[in-house]
């Protein structure tokens, strides 16, 4: 492990999700008590976007923007919100130029599949038919997120085009959760690895998923067919039960005949980019807003 990393370890919190309020209200009570994030040189603007119900977002400007990303959150689905989340998306919205949509999706378990999904495609298909109010590009929208954040990002891709829905111009899916079965080596190999391992991985795929079987758009791993999704950068950590999954759908991906760019990560575990003392994870932050950048330049 990259030592930079490895000298958190003591200190990296594991939710068992027993009590998945008790574990959202210790995360919020964890982020707030970081240091608030840099906006200068952003506009922050929280909307409503109109569905059933609603779904709040907080929208990321820079100066100039004219891309954007529908940026989803991780927390296996079940922890953290628009205000956990700004750290991040500021960050983002930062390092790529890019208008960050944040999307405050409903968390599981009160809420299971395919609610996170449909306030998810809410948001996309209202972006794009609000994008002269937004400022934005509706060419030029992206689809993003981190481990539960990313599986949304992978699934309204796969609904979007099914459904011929808004364009998607790209899909950055960082450390994504793609597939429920848990059958792949990392899932078998990782019982104990920080942050979470392949217990808390299957207890967040069982409060996500319900009574509902999973089906290509809970689990996009499950797609039988991949062909005609936008171009992807799917990025991986070393000591991640979810490696091998997402590495074996940017494979798949490319034999499809969709651009992927893959990026594994050593050293690292899954959330530590989080760790922004680490040089790693800078590195990692850097390649993520360049890549963005890259994708929806004009």
Do not use: C
């Not at 954040?149 to 459904?163: E, Q």
């Not at 217990?199 to 069982?206: A, L, N």
């Amino acid at each position: 492990m990259d030592p930079e990393l490895e000298a958190f370890l003591p200190f990296i919190p594991k939710y068992d999700l027993s009590d998945p309020v008790a574990d959202r209200e210790a995360f919020a009570e964890l982020v707030a008590s970081l240091p608030a994030p840099d906006t200068s040189g952003l506009e922050i603007e929280d909307r409503t976007v109109p569905a059933d119900p609603d779904v709040p977002v907080r929208v990321y400007r820079p100066h100039g923007a004219r891309g954007a990303v529908l940026w989803l959150r991780g927390g296996g689905w079940v922890t953290g919100d628009l205000d956990t989340e700004r750290h991040w998306s500021t960050r983002l919205a930062a390092a790529s130029g890019t208008v960050v949509i944040s999307v405050g999706y409903r968390p599981s378990p009160e809420h299971p599949f395919p609610a996170a999904l449909d306030d998810t495609w809410a948001v996309l298909t209202w972006a794009a038919a609000h994008a002269d109010e937004l400022g934005i590009d509706p060419d030029r929208i992206a689809v993003g997120g981190h481990s539960a954040g990313a599986n949304l990002a992978a699934a309204v891709a796969l609904r979007a085009r099914d459904r011929q829905g808004p364009p998607i111009r790209f899909q950055l899916l960082n450390q994504p959760a793609l597939d429920d079965r848990q059958e792949t080596w990392s899932q078998r190999a990782f019982t104990d690895t920080p942050a979470q391992d392949r217990t808390t991985v299957g207890t967040v795929w069982r409060l996500y998923l319900g009574s509902r079987p999973a089906t290509p758009y809970a689990a996009p791993a499950r797609a039988a067919d991949l062909a005609g999704l936008p171009p992807a950068h799917i990025a991986t950590a070393e000591f991640d039960p979810l490696r091998d999954e997402a590495l074996d759908y940017g494979l798949r991906l490319l034999r499809a005949g969709v651009p992927v760019e893959l990026h594994q990560w050593p050293g690292t575990f899954h959330g530590s980019h989080a760790i922004l003392s680490a040089e790693v994870s800078r590195r990692q932050l850097a390649e993520l807003g360049a890549t963005l950048r890259r994708a929806l330049a004009d």
